[in-house]
């Protein structure tokens, strides 16, 4: 499965933005889809997933602020970032999972979102 990010960009403080994840064959057969991010100097870590059965869960960081979405009719994964701050400024990455007799991850390339006034 290929995974390929797009809307990253610069925004200004308490702005929004909105990431997508388009997949090269149906989301509906990966048991999760989820974002990652990566800040400069630190490790990568997990922003937001949605499994299969639309069961989310959130970094406490971005809880109430970021929402995960998928379109299984479009291949897509969705990320609304609001309330955006410095902190979140990272190159945001998408990961799907799927169970093939043993666990499988596929990652886009990611997207840069800058959060600066």
């Known amino acids: 499965v290929q995974l390929l990010e797009s809307g990253g960009g610069l925004v200004q403080p308490g702005g929004s933005l909105r990431l997508s994840c388009a997949a090269s064959e149906s989301i509906f057969s990966l048991n999760s889809m989820a974002w990652y991010r990566q800040a400069p100097g630190k490790e990568r870590e997990l922003v937001a997933l949605i499994t299969n059965s639309d069961v989310t869960n959130y970094a406490d960081s971005v809880k109430g602020r970021f929402t995960i979405s998928k379109d299984n009719a479009k291949n897509i994964v969705s990320l609304q970032m609001n309330s955006l701050n410095p902190d979140d400024t990272a190159v945001y990455y998408c990961?799907?999972?799927?169970?093939?007799?043993?666990?499988?991850?596929?990652w886009g390339k990611g997207t840069l979102v800058t959060v600066s006034s």
């Open positions: 990961e799907g999972r799927q169970l093939r007799g043993s666990w499988m991850e596929f």
